[in-house]
Nanobody, 124 residues
Framework: QVLLMESGGGFVQPGGSLRLSCAAS????????IGWFRQAPGKEREGVSC???????NYADSVKGRFTISRDNAKNTVTLQMNNLKPAAPAVYFC??????????????????RGQGTQVTVSS
């Protein structure tokens, strides 16, 4: 039973863009804050962004001004638009749903569901 599924990852050159999607099944995203995280092999998980059920956005300092998170409740999806990507080791980006509507302390708190992830590689 897959509840969250990510898509849109791939290989891109520095300065390029990717658009990741997080689609929910078996439950409605409307009532939950949704977050995006990334993790490279051998490294700790890193919070990227979070959006509340009301559409208020939060970003890690490292991606502010370059990434945009948005939600389309009609399509039951959350999107992460990533622009001006910087060189980095391959990382798996995955989305999560939090137990509530808020992104308070989103980068360290428990999440209820997560997807399998999609790999992003930024390299020349």
């Amino acid at each position: 039973q897959v509840l969250l599924m990510e898509s849109g990852g791939g290989f891109v050159q520095p300065g390029g863009s990717l658009r990741l999607s997080c689609a929910a099944s078996e439950f409605t995203l409307d009532y939950y804050a949704i977050g995006w995280f990334r993790q490279a092999p051998g490294k700790e998980r890193e919070g990227v962004s979070c959006i509340t059920s009301d559409g208020i956005t939060n970003y890690a300092d490292s991606v502010k001004g370059r990434f945009t998170i948005s939600r389309d409740n009609a399509k039951n999806t959350v999107t992460l638009q990533m622009n001006n990507l910087k060189p980095a080791a391959p990382a798996v980006y995955f989305c999560v749903s939090f137990p509530g509507r808020s992104c308070d302390q989103w980068n360290g708190k428990f999440f209820e569901r997560r997807g399998q992830g999609t790999q992003v590689t930024v390299s020349s």
